[in-house]
């Protein structure tokens, strides 16, 4: 078929934007840079912007039809198969908020590069959540005694490892032919189209083993949005629960207030300070106690402070021993030490003691 201008003009646009693209991603796969940093994530949002630019381009152009098989498709176009699977793996890059959309939008695009691999195909692999054909059998076929689920979970761990062996093949065979070509496809077209299939088989199996990774992740964001929800209806359906923190009462913010001794200073401060409450001090004690943060002086001590050991007990019965009449014989006894005391005040001078080390 022959091409004008204007598609000729086109196809080598889409290249560059396709090339300039996929060295950002390439630079972005390899760096160390931390996933919130704001530098890689800036690179990553401009290597989204040209793939998709450059998607918009080959949906125009109509450049794949389902009807076709992988070997009809010319070399230098094999490699916009990999526009979904670069733009899903970009995606699940970007910032850490709105995650779970982002999730969403890289599994859409998974799943597209999947299914158009399969449809010409290039690989038939089962699509984590959207098909069960395939090699997936282990449903209706199980060892005698072995629990479907075990069987389930030893297929899966198989298929990982056979996965994660055919993709370090891959990349060695790549790096092979970039070594023997030095990524200068110009002279050999048959090393570039095999460096773009083993390039596309690499990124099937790295799709499923994120689609996987996807359909592990969602569910806990999932649940976190839920428990973030219910959170917030918390103080709304425990009301009772005076012990959570929403529940509890927040002290009074304190004032500032002068105290003086009687209403003559009160008068006096009151005058030079306007703007701050005076009190003197049985004002403040009676708006204290009326406001519970002070006792009531007629209460008894024992009942306006309680204490767990119950020493005021003690010392109420101390208080009603010393208002009642004392008998003879305990002025008697009271009197001798008394005199004791003189007469040993007599015997012995005042500061005299133990003067041990003193000189």
């Known amino acids: 078929m022959k091409m004008d201008e204007s598609s000729v003009s086109d196809d080598s646009k889409i290249s560059d934007t396709f090339e300039d693209a996929f060295k950002l991603f390439q630079s972005i796969e390899k760096s160390e840079e931390s996933s919130s940093s704001p530098e890689l994530n800036a690179k990553t949002k401009n290597a989204i912007h040209l793939f998709e630019e450059a998607t918009r381009t080959v949906s125009m152009l109509g450049l794949f039809s389902s009807n076709e098989g992988v070997e009809e498709i010319a070399t230098e176009d094999l490699k916009f198969l990999l526009l979904p699977a670069f733009l899903g793996a970009l995606t699940i890059r970007l910032e850490q908020k709105d995650r779970l959309r982002h999730l969403d939008a890289a599994e859409i695009y998974f799943k597209d590069y999947l299914q158009r691999c399969k449809e ?9 959540g959207k098909d069960t054909d395939g090699d997936d059998s282990t449903s209706s076929v199980t060892p005698s005694g072995v629990p479907p689920n075990l069987m389930s979970m030893v297929m899966s761990r198989n298929e990982k490892i056979r996965r994660f062996k055919e993709m370090k093949e891959l990349e060695e065979h790549m790096g092979q032919l970039i070594k023997t070509t030095n990524a200068d496809w110009s ?3 048959e090393q570039r189209r095999d460096y773009l299939l083993t390039l ?31 959170g917030k209806k918390v103080p709304d359906d425990d009301d009772d629960d005076e012990s959570g923190p929403s529940q509890r009462r927040k002290p009074p913010p304190l004032q500032t207030v002068i105290i003086t001794k009687d209403k003559v200073q009160k008068a006096v401060f009151g ?11 049985d004002e403040f004690y009676e708006q ?5 943060e002070f006792p009531d002086p007629c209460c008894r001590p024992s009942q306006a402070f309680k204490n767990p050991a119950g020493h005021n007990a003690h010392q109420d019965e101390g208080s009603d021993d010393e208002d009642r009449p004392k008998t003879e014989q305990e002025e008697a006894e009271e009197l001798r030490r008394a005199r004791d005391f003189d007469d040993y005040k007599d015997s012995h001078r005042r500061g005299e003691g133990n003067r041990h080390n003193r000189s």
């Open 120 to 128: 010409y195909g290039i690989a038939n692999v089962r699509i984590p």
């Open 187 to 189: 002279s050999n077209e």
């Open 200 to 230: 596309i088989h690499y990124w099937v199996n790295r799709a499923v083993e994120e689609l996987i990774s996807i359909e592990n992740e969602k569910p806990i964001l999932k649940h976190m949005e839920e428990m973030k929800l219910k």
């Open 271 to 281: 005058a030079g300070y306007p703007s701050i409450p005076t009190y003197t001090v």
């Open 288 to 292: 204290r106690m009326k406001s519970g």
